[in-house]
């Protein structure tokens, strides 16, 4: 729960044998059956129906044969028997409700990935009953979409996204991250957008896409019209560039200056959108200094990946479900996590994970900022107290789930046991035909980096 004394990291009082035990323990905890069944999963599921009546016809045996049985044995004896049972029964249940009990936070997956799209079986699949980490809201809100708007999001944006002038942005967004940004725009119809790294310019496209007639102010330190020179790049008529020669960071604007040039008065109007690679931490009190609310983060990078320290960093804590790690290399989830890297080229096995004294948070205890041009290791003291701070800030974290499942994509570098369960699911191929991504080339689904919106509570003056 929320309680710092059920924290465990490498520099903790408690032995390593405790602590591996407690992981463990955790580890299995974390293993229960669901409580619930996706009812679209289960009919479209070819062997549903069939397993469903073999099991049907075993329980039908078994409670014959325990009849035949009691039929044949004493009145006594069959009492010590229904005793036996049913003192089994207690222990069982006992054992199923106490996972609640053990050093996890009440965990609502919807605050994650919004209202429609939680599936409980998902954090059983192999990896994934370690879970995806996510931050805390101070009060659990949530974003107001459904997994039904996404749906038709992705209908309406498809044929929007082939119209793209940058067909091949390598470096920068792919499908998944575009509609993202697309989608989060034009649900929250901003009056004017920032962009934080803009490159050739495909996410200012995207922005405009979205909301055709509002101001964008893009800082970018090479301008996207140099790109132009040597091959598709995107410059927006409506934007305000602070790039090139112009260029300012974003911590070096005075933003009340700027937000009244163009008429700003209501910063919880402005949507930024950060593909800076700068350290999230670093980029979020900036924006809370300057007032700002709604935040994206294109690179949200997962823990020991990446070259700069992201909010799914910052948030990977023992005592939200799916954070925590343990450098312990006979643990479950060392195993587990060799065994998924042979499977995705993204992910991070025991060895990439784990720095020098057990270091496993940030990037190997490395807090990396600006493309990994400046690493810091910091204490594990620290890295809490970071999350603690995001914490108290916070009314929403919401993570993009990945556009489909990697049956349907065919993308095969993030891992899913690390992602939250996509917006059409594996085995869903009418859907993913119907909504045009069939038509897509499968690279443009690679790049997929958990983008996250925050919002930022409002701030007492
Ligand atoms: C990954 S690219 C952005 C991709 C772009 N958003 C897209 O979707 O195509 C990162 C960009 O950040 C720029 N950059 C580097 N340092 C920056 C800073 N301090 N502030 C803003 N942008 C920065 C780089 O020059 C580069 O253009």
């Known amino acids: ?26 580890v299995s905890s974390r293993r229960a059956a669901p409580h619930a069944t996706d009812s679209d999963a289960v009919a479209s599921s070819p062997g ?40 089994f029964v207690v222990v069982s249940l006992v054992f199923h409700y106490s996972r609640s009990l053990v050093c996890i936070s009440p965990y609502d997956p919807l605050s994650r990935i919004g209202p429609g799209l939680y599936r409980p079986d998902a954090i059983e699949s192999d990896f994934g009953y370690l879970g995806v980490p996510w931050c805390r809201s101070k009060h659990g809100k949530m974003v107001e979409w459904t997994s039904k708007d996404l749906i038709n999001g992705l209908e309406e944006f498809v044929p929007i996204y082939e119209t793209r002038p940058i067909k091949n942005n390598m470096y920068g967004m792919g499908f998944d991250h575009s509609f993202g940004l697309w989608f989060i725009a034009r649900w929250l119809k901003p009056d004017l957008m920032i962009e934080s790294g ?49 260029f300012v960071d974003f911590g070096s604007i005075d933003w009340g200056t700027v937000m009244k040039k163009h008429g700003i008065t209501n910063l919880s109007r402005v949507l930024i959108f950060f593909d800076d690679h700068q350290n999230e931490l670093k980029r979020l009190k900036q924006a809370l200094k300057a007032g700002f609310r709604h935040l994206v983060f294109e690179d949200n990078y997962d823990t020991g990946t990446g070259d700069h320290y992201s909010l799914r960093q910052i948030c990977d804590q023992s005592y939200i479900r799916g954070g925590g790690h343990s450098c ?11 065994r998924r890297k042979k499977f995705w080229e993204k992910a991070v096995d025991i060895d990439e994970l784990c720095g020098p004294d057990e270091t496993w948070w940030g990037v190997r205890g490395e807090m990396r900022d600006n493309f990994n041009h400046s690493n810091k290791p910091i204490s594990y003291v620290e890295h809490f107290q970071n999350s603690r701070f995001v914490e108290s800030i916070l009314d929403i974290y919401w ?20 992602a939250p369960s996509p917006i059409v699911e594996d085995g869903r191929f009418g859907l993913f035909q119907r909504l045009g991504l069939g038509r897509l080339e499968t690279s443009v689904f690679n790049g997929y980096t958990q983008m996250v919106y925050l919002q930022i509570s409002e701030q007492e003056s």
């Open 1 to 26: 729960m929320n309680n710092i004394a059920t924290l465990r990291h490498p520099h903790s009082p408690r032995s390593p044998s405790a602590a591996t035990a407690m992981l463990d323990r955790v």
């Open 48 to 87: 549903s129906a069939s397993e469903d009546d073999e099991s049907k016809t075993k329980r039908q045996h078994i409670s014959l044969l325990a009849s035949n049985y009691l039929s044949r044995i004493g009145h006594g004896s069959s009492c010590l028997i229904v005793c036996i049972v049913g003192f």
């Open 198 to 246: 803009a490159f050739k310019g495909h996410s200012t496209w995207v922005l405009r896409q979205a909301m055709p007639d509002k101001p964008i102010i893009s800082l970018s330190p090479r301008h996207p019209a140099k790109y132009l020179q040597k091959g598709p790049a995107y410059v927006d008529e409506n934007c305000t560039y602070f790039a090139g020669k112009d």
């Open 328 to 338: 312990f290399r006979d643990s479950d989830e060392a195993r587990i996590r060799a």
């Open 399 to 418: 993570e993009l789930p990945p556009v489909a499942g990697p049956s349907l994509t065919h993308q095969t570098r993030y891992d899913p046991g690390r």
